[in-house]
């Protein structure tokens, strides 16, 4: 089936400007995560929707960045006013129950990123 | 301090060769190891994952070794391919904890 979708694949937006980004996880997937992957750097946690539960949002950077997921399937990450140090690429995730790991966790598929440029 | 470091940060191999990628990790209580292939412009892919009773996974040419007790995983690619060209990623899981850690990746080149 298809995997987890991200648009757009690519946004260039000045400093001071809202971005909307989107994911379209896996059908039938419960849980989503959001990812900033900066240049040289590892994946860095932003927030994770699970089911109906309030979301982790423990990640997430500062109050300029939110995340909704809409009927449990699509999710949009929020920038507002967005600055230089925001530029990165975007990842989602998404994972089911039926992918338990065994010794715990989810197996998470990825969608390809937003690559975000912030001039 | 990350919680997961690999080395080398980046590797050009010739067509053909092996390498050994490494990864150390603090994570604790540990739950399991995953290592993810990303390929230029695209998001991670899992090869392997591997739990604490685990100590050896393979998918295909790749091999990946896992040592709880001193914490340390290894990615072996064998015969490597242009198409190896990537990002390889080491996650590791905690116990009772759906969050990752990531390192920040092996970059892997391969040349003809």
């Known amino acids: 089936g298809a995997g987890v979708s991200q648009s757009p694949s690519n946004k260039v937006t000045e400093k001071g400007k809202d971005v909307e980004l989107r994911c379209d996880p896996i059908s039938g997937h419960t849980a989503l995560y959001w990812y900033r992957q900066s240049l040289g750097q590892g994946l860095e946690f932003l927030i994770y929707f699970q089911g109906n539960s309030a979301p982790d949002k423990s990640g997430l950077p500062s109050d300029r960045f939110s995340a909704e997921r809409t009927g449990g399937s699509v999710s949009t990450l929020t920038i507002q006013r967005t600055q230089q140090e925001d530029s990165a690429v975007y990842l989602c995730?998404?994972?089911?129950?039926?992918?338990?790991?065994?010794?715990?966790?989810?197996?998470?598929?990825f969608g390809p990123g937003t690559r975000l440029t912030v001039t | 301090k990350n919680q997961v470091e690999q080395s080398p940060q980046s590797l050009i191999i010739l067509e053909g060769k092996n390498c050994t990628l490494q990864?150390?990790?603090?994570?604790?209580?540990?739950?399991?190891l995953r290592w993810y292939k990303q390929d230029t412009g695209r998001g991670p892919v899992s090869l392997t994952i591997m739990t604490f009773s685990e100590n050896t996974k393979s998918n295909g040419r790749y091999t990946a070794t896992l040592d709880a007790d001193t914490k340390q995983s290894s990615l072996h690619i064998t015969a490597s391919q242009l198409s190896d060209s990537a990002s390889y990623i080491c996650v590791v899981s905690a116990r009772g904890n759906n969050r990752l850690a990531f390192g920040k990746g092996n970059q892997v080149v391969v040349i003809p």
């Open positions: 995730a998404s994972s089911s129950e039926r992918g338990l790991v065994i010794g715990g966790g989810y197996e998470q598929y």
């Open positions: 990864c150390n990790y603090t994570v604790s209580p540990f739950s399991n």
